[in-house]
């Protein structure tokens, strides 16, 4: 029996792929790329973006028409409001939790579909601890994402998290330690810890775990002690919980890449209030100053929603004044759209869809005006590289710096995809660079 899985949102819900993959093909199941060549065929969803959840209604649609030709079983996990849910089970053959993945083969037998495996062990995973322990299978032979925290406590008004993944949850750091050295172990380059608040880790269990900071270091003295080259990244840390002692550890180590992620979100007090932020703009530039003083070389990453919820035009323009001091290299920028769980969901959403799109514009132009002057001034230096695939264009390849400033340059040597190289930087486009080839084996430690 083959099965195919779509996943959708965000890097969460890709890593938990990873996990309902191993319970598949430990029941017998082999995946396919091919949709029309799988018997079993399910979709990780994400209700906080709406687009996600009508991409999930247009696949349903279509494999159901199939139903009538073909014997199919469907099904349906992810980041799932009740709202959505409660649609969803007229739709899809098996609607479930994360943490109840491992009864799936058991699902799928009982409703007919018998595997080559036994599924005695479809109980074993009970909860989200107990889902953590299943080792994942890997996308790629070079990167992964390591899960640290599920949920969250944070509220904001303009969110449905906390209504799809439930309160803050740790993995016990023993675990994660042992996850990322057994990927030091089989060579891994890229290494993202994930949470919705992953600058919250340890929080929820009331001193019995340790801290997000001490996390970092215990992975860093990782790094002291590894026989090859990589580099670490979380996302995404909340402004609320990011401390000196965070940015000193990534300062310490060199494994702990220099790249931070730290949303915004609006760049105005009276909308961060709104958004419940629980931060203001002075706390967000307070760690801001701390990162450009004891990193330096840190890329600054972000997220903003434009067009929330009674946005005057001066509080937008307070956004575009917080892109000029702090100088992004790349912001995720949203236009905002209710949705259902989320307490903005009940307010009137009184920005009309032109200005929205009109102050995406104007934001993103900002963007690329700072993001085109920083990467200017690399022009002529050497970087390290991690190829992570060829590029569209023939003859090249392209990659990442280790501040995640997509950079492409000429070869066909595809043997290179997964390695560190030198690259020296030859020109600037809109968001990337080019560069030419000089070291193509940078695997030294540094």
Known sequence: MKYHLITLGCQMNLSDSGRLSTVLNDAGFVYTDHEEEANVLGILACSVRQNAINKVYSRISKWNKRKGKENLITF??????????????????????????????????????????????????TDINQFWNIKPQYDSAFEAFVPIQNGCDKFCTFCAVPYTRGREVSRSSDEIIQEVKSLLEKGYKSITLLGQNVNSYGLDKNGDEISFAELLRRIGELG?????????????????????????????????AKQIHLPLQSGDDKVLIRMNRKHNL????????????????????????????????????????????????????????????????????????DLKKERLALLTDKLQSHVSEY?????????????????????????????????RFKSDDASLIGKFCDIKVISNAAFSLEGELINANSEVLA
């Open 76 to 125: 349906i996990s992810g980041c799932i409001l009740d709202a959505d849910k409660e649609k969803f089970l007229k739709l899809f053959d098996f609607v479930f939790q994360m943490s109840e993945v491992a009864k799936l083969p058991e699902m799928i037998n009982q409703y007919g579909v018998t595997s080559q495996a036994s599924v005695r062990n479809s109980s074993i995973y």
């Open 224 to 256: 002291k002690i590894s026989n090859h080259k990589f580099w670490l990244y979380f996302t995404s840390p909340h402004p609320r919980d990011m401390n000196d002692e965070v940015i000193d550890v990534i300062a310490e180590y060199p494994c702990l």
């Open 282 to 353: 002075s706390k967000y530039r307070s760690i801001v100053e701390k990162i450009r003083i004891t990193i330096p070389e840190a890329t600054l990453f972000t997220d903003i929603i434009v067009g929330f919820t009674g946005e005057t035009d001066e509080q937008f323009e307070n956004t575009m004044k917080a892109f000029d001091e702090f100088k992004f290299n790349m912001a995720y920028i949203a236009k905002y759209s209710p949705r259902p769980g989320a307490a903005s969901s009940r307010w009137v959403d009184d920005i009309p869809n």
């Open 375 to 407: 990467n200017q001034n690399l022009i002529g230096k050497t970087l390290t590289v991690l190829v992570l695939d060829q590029d569209r264009k023939d003859e090249f390849l392209t990659g990442l710096t280790e501040g995640k400033i997509n950079i």
